[in-house]
């Protein structure tokens, strides 16, 4: 592929934010990039940096506690780290979109779904309103949803039918790149296979970038074509998902992620969970920032940070085990 077909590039990027006297670095130095029609899953634990990173993709970082403090987020060629909020307006919807974790906390209650998928055709496309209309009946009969239920308000959807509204607003002005922030945690288990079923169908048929922030890696492997593995706001491994699911060589994080998993195969009566806590990313750890919870943990990975290691090609592990 065509250096120049990347649709969003990050390079460097570092994100802190500032509060009573703190400085908490959130996001610290991550890179990568993203072709149309890929998916890359984001993994980690909770405050491992994953919203924040889409967040600052979006430009809607808390505006007076967050900063990019360096780096470049380069989306179809040009940094929209230097966007103005007008170029960014542009953006955001039409170009980018994102759809939240919780289906009933991001739709108005008391619109119906045809008016909440029609405020972003109205703003972003020049239509008619016959041509807003068609285009509302069009992304919903996408989404699996008869267009006839425009009229109807969110009450009187399913949580799995909500979620695909939200996902019909998403999509509703073709982006080319869609985050995707934890989007079925909070559905049951056989509707999570019919929306991740239907994101990856919608993701071949539009050929959208999606990026899926999760914690869960079963839900990785069915859909992303490459992973990032997050903690304490950096990526400590990425390769795609062959080199995540059947290589032999892992950060021990990613280990530890994979042995946290139940296995239905084996009689156990505990999980096996990763001792300790996510750091405090206010008071992040010297060195490697995982040693304090790592069972490889040697006296150097106490005081340097690791490099990024690439022990196959693409597959990059930032630890001293790879020296
Ligand atoms: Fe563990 Fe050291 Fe590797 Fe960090 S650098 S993951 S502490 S072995």
Known sequence: MNPEDKIIDVKNLWVKYFTDGQEISAVNGISFSLFAGKTLGIVGETGAGKTTTALSIMQLLPKVSGKITDGEILFNNKDIVKASEADMRVIRGAMIS?????????????????????????????????????????????????????????????????????????????????????????LDVTIQSQILDMMDDLKKKLNTAIILITHDLGVVAEFCDYVAIMYAGEIVEMGTAEDIYESESHHPYTIGLFNSIPNLEVDTDRLNPIDGLMPDPAELPAGCKFHPRCPDCMEICKSEIPDEYEVSTGHKIKCHLFR
């Open 98 to 186: 994102m759809i939240f974790q919780d289906p009933m906390t991001s739709l108005n209650p008391v619109l119906t779904v045809g008016d909440q998928i029609s405020e972003a055709i109205k703003l972003h496309m020049k239509l008619d309103k016959a041509g807003v209309e068609a285009r509302v009946d069009e992304i919903l009969e996408l989404v699996g949803i008869p267009a006839l239920r425009k009229n109807e308000y969110p009450h009187q959807f399913s949580g799995g039918m909500k979620q695909r509204v939200v996902i019909a607003i998403a999509l509703a002005c073709d982006p080319m790149l869609l985050l995707a922030d934890e989007p079925t945690t909070a």
